[in-house]
Each structure stands twice: as C-alpha cells, then as structure tokens.
Antibody, heavy 114, light 113 residues
Framework: QVQLKESGPGLVQPSQTLSLTCTVSGFSLTSNSVHWVRQPPGKGLEWMGGIWGDGSTDYNSALKSRLSISRDTSKSQVFLKMNSLQTDDTAIYFC????????WGQGVMVTVSS | DVVLTQTPVSLSVTLGDQASISCRSSQSLEYSDGYTYLEWYLQKPGQSPQLLIYGVSNRFSGVPDRFIGSGSGTDFTLKISRVEPEDLGVYYCFQATHDPPFTFGSGTKLEIK
C-alpha cells in the first residue's frame, strides 16, 4: 500500500538549515510527484513545493530563495532542505503524493529555537 | 497567487443534519485541458489531512457518499449530508490549477452541537 514517512530533526537553531527526508513505498517516484506541505501550530496548511515524476521541481515563491527539493529514486526518498530558518518556520512538515495530495505522511514537528 | 476564500470559518452542526462549506477562488480554476484541479481535505484533530474530493466532485477511495463536491469556475461547495461524529475537524479546499504556488483555503472548522 501507499505510504509516506517524514524524518528529520525535531529542533533546529535559528539561521541554520533544515533537512528532512520523506521515505515512500507502494509507488514509484518516477511516475508520481511528491510535495511538501507545512502547518504552523494552530494554523492552516501551506504548500511549500514539489518534485514531479520527471524530476523537475516547483516551489512556493515565498520560500523559493531558501528551499530545495530533491530525490533519490533508488532509495525511494525525497529530500527537503531549507536554509536560514527563523522561529516562524516552526511547524509540522508533511510530505504528500501527487497533484491531488492523495496520501500523506504522519508529519514531523520541527521547532526553530535556540 | 490564487486566493481561495472559505466560508464560514466555523460551523456547528447537529448530528444528522447537513453542513455546507463554500470555497471561492480569485481566478477560474478550470485548466486549459478542461479539468478543474480543486480538492477538499479533512484534517481530524491530531491527524494528517485526508483527501475527500478531487477534481471538484470525485470522491476519493473509501470516502462515504455523504460527502458531495460541486461547483465550477470560481465557486465551489462541499456538502456533508447526515453529519456524523467522525466528520468533525477542519476542512480545507486546495487548488493545483494555476502555476505554483498551489494554494489552500484558510479552513473551516466543523463542530458537532
């Protein structure tokens, strides 16, 4: 069955770089896109960006200068890197599949704090 | 960027009654291929969002037929007939029609009276 699971550090210091991994199973990364969505505590959802089946990427323009999404198809993993983190980047980070965002990971809580 | 405006912000519904949520877009969501990339999600407390409706009116696998999506162009509606306790949570609309960024509505919180 389709599964996605996020992993990464729970705490990041301000100005540092966040690195998250989304490990998928039950589908191919070359046939499906994977997107990152985040949710600050008590707030709504924000689409961050995605990587398509052909390996091309799209980013939210508000984050584009700080964000990079890549993948390793041999390991069925998608990576998110975002630099210059600030406290308002504190959020739950989700990875999700396809343009319809049909399957979601459980999310990983990332706190930006010194 | 496309702005999706959801109303109401919250609603309180008696079990068994109908709930209706509106999602209005700042631009038409019909893509050049004729498809409309408008989806609805439910985020239950403490859980990840789950897809309910894709392409305006298509129920995702396992979604009860009490959930009905409709609309076109810039105006869309999610109706939940015969609300049940497990329907509580926050509902979001989402568009993937226009060039990124794709965008979510701000959410509608459904409470049970």
């Amino acid at each position: 069955q389709v599964q996605l699971k996020e992993s990464g550090p729970g705490l990041v210091q301000p100005s540092q770089t966040l690195s998250l991994t989304c490990t998928v199973s039950g589908f191919s990364l070359t046939s499906n896109s994977v997107h990152w969505v985040r949710q600050p505590p008590g707030k709504g959802l924000e689409w961050m960006g995605g990587i398509w089946g052909d390996g091309s990427t799209d980013y939210n323009s508000a984050l584009k200068s700080r964000l990079s999404i890549s993948r390793d198809t041999s390991k069925s993993q998608v990576f998110l890197k975002m630099n210059s983190l600030q406290t308002d980047d504190t959020a739950i980070y989700f990875c999700t599949r396809g343009w319809a965002l049909d399957y979601w990971g459980q999310g990983v809580m990332v706190t930006v704090s010194s | 960027d496309v702005v999706l405006t959801q109303t109401p912000v919250s609603l309180s519904v008696t079990l068994g009654d109908q709930a209706s949520i509106s999602c209005r877009s700042s631009q038409s969501l019909e893509y050049s291929d004729g498809y409309t990339y408008l989806e609805w999600y439910l985020q239950k407390p403490g859980q990840s969002p789950q897809l309910l409706i894709y392409g305006v009116s298509n129920r995702f696998s396992g979604v009860p037929d009490r959930f009905i999506g409709s609309g076109s162009g810039t105006d869309f509606t999610l109706k939940i007939s015969r609300v049940e306790p497990e329907d509580l949570g926050v509902y979001y609309c989402f568009q993937a029609t226009h060039d990124p960024p794709f965008t979510f509505g701000s959410g509608t919180k459904l409470e049970i009276k």
